[in-house]
């Protein structure tokens, strides 16, 4: 199995941007963490951020017959991405939707997603561990 983790805009800053929020480790870091994790399982995964909205969409459209399963932390654009929204819909590869905080626990326009009628699934509040949560969705 092959999957894609992809992050959208300002993840790139994980671990240095509201650590209380989503913690003290690096995006980098926990890629390290989440790698290990699926390889040990023998899969692979690759991982992409972006904080372009068109570039998500076009890594949603590659992922057809590339990937068996999408991991979606689109950060911010889940409250508003149509585009991304649309892109979802457009591929048959699932997707499952991570935030690693507790988004309904949070600003009021933080909890409504574009994404969730189209997403597999959706798994938030568990910091890092919802990206493992996601993935162990696809390894089952």
Do not use: W
């Amino acid at each position: 199995m092959k999957l894609l983790v992809l992050n959208g805009v300002n993840l790139n800053l994980t671990g240095k941007r509201e650590q209380g929020v989503y913690g003290g480790e690096t995006l980098e870091e926990i890629n390290r963490e989440l790698e290990a994790f699926v390889e040990g399982k023998g899969h692979s995964v690759d991982f992409v951020q972006s904080n372009f909205e068109g570039e998500i969409c076009t890594q949603i459209q590659r992922a057809e017959g590339v990937y068996d399963g999408i991991v979606l932390n689109a950060g911010a654009f889940t409250h508003y991405s149509y585009a991304i929204r649309d892109a979802i819909a457009s591929v048959s590869v699932p997707v499952v939707e991570v935030h690693m905080s507790n988004v309904q626990a949070r600003e009021e326009f933080r909890h409504k997603s574009v994404f969730t009628e189209v997403c597999k699934g959706e798994i938030l509040g568990f910091g890092k561990y919802s990206y493992i949560l996601a993935l162990e969705s696809f390894l089952l």
